[in-house]
RNA sequence: GCCAGAGUAGCUCAGUGGUAGAGCAGAGGACUCAUAAGCCUUUGGUCGGCGGUUCAAUCCCGCCCUCUGGCACCA
């Protein structure tokens, strides 16, 4: 079996992650999660991208060295990725010498192919900013704006990789290739882009311009430019591990589809002779409370901080429920708490309180056995299969949204079942019917629940284990037969309470 | 300017060539096992605008309007 391998993208260190980096690794932790579950074998890396001018200036502004400062920074993104509960079973970082190894391989590799060459650069350069200039930089009138201080124009010796000789080679394999790109519309975009020729992409720095990076094998006098080291970060991890590459799926924000991950990417692969990832999934950006998230504002979100007031499994609940994969979507407090009070308190958190309960005041804190079945239980057993077929078909899809929406609509008519049943009457009376409608129900309630909270596993897999755990259940470990509607709970011992998903105090 | 996405109930969105849907918010009710939770009922929309195709369009086509995003070698 093929192994489903999944990336996201690695974070640049240069920043501390917000919420548009925790949307990107629950996301694709969802999606591994879910294909783990599906019986696949999947390989899920995350990681961080660490060299290049903007790391080099931020760690002298702190005062550190390099490799001080990304060894700080790249540890906050594996704290987020602890938080979040993401199941990545590698996180790789550019400054390891296991990705510098295959990146000097594959640049030698690339070099001796004829795939590199070199050429002179002629630009306007600021020496204040340390960078070229484009037109696009000039003042309405033609000058320089101030920060850049003095340009001067100068010409410098660089190392090119032929991208344009791959350009029609590109767009046949985007054109045949349906899911290269998901969404689809996006592949439009990228088509797009190539209608106008490609120009070499310059790979190189001059070692006196930029120290931080990896050194090209062939002239050490230059370091490679840093979309070609961090793209490689893909490959690299798993080089040396059988039967992983290509990729199956990189997880990767709309903002870095064109040009680096649909255009650079795909060639450099192509050039080198690697197969190619199968597709690229970008999405959608994270506005807060309707503005766009910037540092400079104030205005963006600490993930960390939700995990801590509302718990992790709240906080992806939110993101993924929120977000329909490739749109963007507006983050809030008020839709926040909306969608936590009213789903996961009140929705599912009670039901999952009022069931325990009832098995403790009525069956002796042990879940009965079903003892007839009327049209109330066929009637939740069938929307349960409908439920069921549904969300799954939708998670293939990425359409975690509207899974999500069926999901907790089964969770809904489970409350409507109860209400229809209503135990408390029944355990009132001692008409030997009444009995066996009542344990009917309660036997009823506890396998839905089981199975609707089995349903929610790669979304929010504590909760799931949480709730299990009440129940007095020890699932399986096929997921597609936990998925079947069984009497498997009989005879287990329920937990007195429960409070998943507190009422939030202020 | 070019390209793409979005424009459906107060809000967030789903949806199909055949008399409009969900959740939340609002209103009313019955109940009490439960996190003052849950359940039932209900108010509410000329489906952005104008034309066209069709027996029939929110859904197909054309034009227009509004919002959002992208438009690279940041060498």
Redesign the pocket.
């Known amino acids: 079996m093929k192994t489903f391998y999944l990336t996201t993208a690695i974070d640049y260190v240069n920043g501390s992650p917000h919420l548009g980096h925790a949307y990107e690794k629950v996301l694709s932790d969802v999606i591994a999660r879910f294909r783990r579950l599906m019986g696949d074998k999947v390989w899920f890396l995350t990681g961080t991208d660490e060299h290049g001018q903007k790391v080099q200036q931020s760690a002298r502004k702190h005062g550190v060295d390099p490799q001080t400062f990304v060894d700080s920074v790249s540890n906050e993104f594996r704290v987020l990725c602890t938080k979040l509960e993401i199941s990545n079973d590698d996180f790789i970082r550019t400054t390891e010498e296991r990705h510098k190894r295959v990146v000097r391989r594959i640049l030698q590799q690339l070099f001796d192919k004829g795939e590199i060459y070199q050429a002179d ?1 002629k ?1 306007f350069y600021s020496t204040r ?1 340390e ?4 037109d ?1 930089d000039r003042n309405p009138d033609g000058s320089w704006p101030e920060i850049f201080g003095e340009v001067t124009e100068i ?2 010796t ?1 190392y090119f990789f032929k991208l344009k000789a791959y350009q029609e080679w590109l767009v046949e394999h985007i054109r045949t290739h349906e899911d290269f790109i998901i969404p689809r ?1 996006r592949a ?2 990228v088509l ?2 190539l209608k ?7 790979i190189s720095r001059p070692r006196e311009r930029l120290e931080w990076g990896i050194p090209l094998p062939f002239d050490e006098k230059f370091v490679t ?1 840093v979309w070609f080291d961090a793209l490689l970060n893909y490959y690299s991890a798993v080089a040396d591990k059988p039967d992983i590459w290509p990729a199956t799926f990189h997880v990767i924000g ?2 870095i589809l ?2 680096p991950h649909a255009v650079y990417w795909p060639i450099m692969l192509q050039a080198a002779g690697l197969p190619l990832p199968r597709s690229l999934l970008a999405h959608g950006w994270w506005s807060i409370n309707g503005t ?1 998230m910037s540092k400079s504002t104030g205005n963006f979100i600490d993930a960390g901080n939700y995990c801590d007031t509302y718990g992790v499994d709240a906080l992806r609940y939110f993101l993924i429920r ?1 977000m ?1 994969v490739g ?4 983050f809030s407090q008020a ?1 926040f708490l ?1 969608r936590y009070t ?2 996961l ?6 039901l ?3 069931t325990l ?2 098995t403790n ?1 009525f069956a002796g804190a042990t879940v009965p056995g079903v003892e007839v079945e009327e049209a109330p239980e066929a009637d939740l057993r069938a929307l349960w299969v409908k439920t069921r077929d549904e969300a799954v078909a939708l998670h293939e899809s990425f359409q975690f949204h ?1 899974a999500l929406e069926r999901t907790f ?1 089964f969770i ?1 008519a489970t ?2 079942y ?2 229809l049943r ?4 029944l355990g009132k009376s001692s008409d030997p019917k009444d009995q066996a409608l009542l344990k009917t129900s309660l036997a009823t309630m506890a396998e839905a629940l089981r199975l609707g909270v089995t349903l929610l596993a790669a979304v929010m897999p504590g909760t799931t284990r949480k709730i299990h755990g009440v129940l007095g259940y020890t699932p399986g470990a096929v997921w597609a037969e936990e998925l079947v509607w069984s009497n498997r709970l009989t005879g287990c011992k329920v937990a007195a ?1 429960a ?5 939030p105090t202020a």
């Not at 409070?499 to 009422?503: A, G, H, K, S």
């Open positions: 650069y630009g900013q960078q070229f200039l484009q696009k010409t410098e660089n519309y439009k975009q797009e882009f106008e020729p490609l120009n070499d992409l310059c430019y709309k903002d064109v040009p766009k929120e329909s749109q963007d979507s507006d839709q909306a009213n789903e308190a009140n929705n599912l958190g009670n999952v309180n009022r309960n009832m005041r509207v609509a809904t409350n409507a109860i209400e209503a135990p408390w009457k309470t409070i998943l998903f507190p009422r």
